[in-house]
């Protein structure tokens, strides 16, 4: 059996509302189980709006997960107060909650892969959550030092140098060891988790014009280019951004490696909004997430689109598979 835990992300989001959307589907394989770490009060009051009561048993603690074999299981983590749109400490602690009881079950071998639903930062933040997101949080529990967030769809796969960075700090962090590193585990993934065999991978430049031979900043020029060199084949670049997408040049590569977070989000977001997926790389274990926030302004109205979150959990399924074939 192979099982994939849900958190629930923000409860006064759309969180729960889209894991019911997904749970509502049926699984491709008879031998995946879903375990929602959740209120249950949440829980019951998402079926209720979406309409959504599928079969389910609750556990209460870790311990007990091996003695269900359904579809479903819900992990009662307490009841938490519903503030809808809101940023509250309840909803933080839920959401906080949530994902310690995930990693309890990672930890343990109890789960095989994770995913992610949205939080609210200002609201985890008020219930004592120290890590600028899930990715950086992940990675410390872990003990995992080789990580990268990768974004997923099926018209581009890219990646991050930098993760949630001011701008200003930027350029002082794209360094030829740092760059060599992010294509290093950008290319262990494509082979491992998408049975990528020699993946083509293309390096953007981080100045206007890709820094123009070094007229327009020295990054490109000093870091950048130098760390392609020493990458080994398949790996090109620096690619002038603007002139990149605009020719659609990322059809010729399995990965894009941005050196900051808007490079390449916009670019994604506008290609696929509803469907993009979010994966972080270098883990020792799957973790998808849906590419999108909270959406405050349309919580608990039954209007938020699944899509991302059913495709989060299709990729995880898919990077499972590839990397037993890969072992």
């Not at 309409?51 to 938490?80: C, D, M, W």
């Not at 790996?235 to 808007?262: E, Q, R, S, T």
Request: include cysteine; charged fraction near 25%; hydrophobic fraction near 40%.
């Amino acid at each position: 059996m192979t099982r994939f835990i849900f958190t629930c992300g923000d409860i006064n989001g759309i969180g729960p509302e889209i894991a019911l959307k997904v749970f509502g589907r049926p699984i491709k394989s008879g031998k995946d189980q879903i375990i929602f770490a959740c209120p249950q009060n949440v829980f019951d009051d998402a079926c209720k709006l979406t309409g959504i009561y599928p079969e389910f048993e609750v556990i209460k603690s870790a311990e007990q997960i091996t003695a269900f074999n359904s579809r479903l299981v819900l992990y009662n983590i307490g009841n938490h107060r519903i503030s809808p749109g809101k940023a509250t400490l309840s909803s933080g602690r839920a959401s906080y909650k949530s994902l310690e009881a995930a990693m309890e079950l990672i930890d343990r071998g109890l789960a095989d892969a994770l995913v992610t639903l949205p939080i609210s930062k200002t609201s985890i933040a008020k219930a004592g959550f120290k890590y600028p997101g899930h990715t950086e949080y992940l990675a410390a529990k872990s003990g995992s030092s080789d990580y990268t967030m990768m974004f997923l769809s099926s018209e581009l796969k890219c990646s991050l140098t930098t993760i949630h960075e001011p701008i200003k700090k930027v350029p002082k962090l794209i360094t030829r060891d740092a760059v060599k590193k992010q294509i290093g585990i950008v290319r262990e993934s494509l082979q491992k988790d998408f049975n990528i065999a020699d993946p083509r991978i293309a390096v953007l430049g981080l100045n206007p014009h890709a820094g123009e031979g070094g007229k327009i900043g020295r990054e490109d020029v000093d870091e950048i280019i130098p760390a392609i060199n020493e990458s080994g084949k398949n790996v090109y670049g620096p690619f002038v951004p603007d002139a990149f997408f605009g020719n659609k040049l990322y059809k010729d590569y399995d990965c894009v490696i941005g050196m900051y977070h808007d490079q390449v989000l916009i670019p994604f977001k506008m290609l696929d909004f509803t469907g993009g997926v979010n994966f972080t790389a270098g883990l020792k274990f799957v973790r998808t997430s849906p590419d999108h926030g909270t959406a405050f302004d349309i919580a608990w109205q039954n209007k938020a689109n699944p899509e991302s979150t059913l495709k989060a959990f299709r990729y995880a399924q898919q990077i499972i598979n590839s990397r037993k074939q890969f072992e």
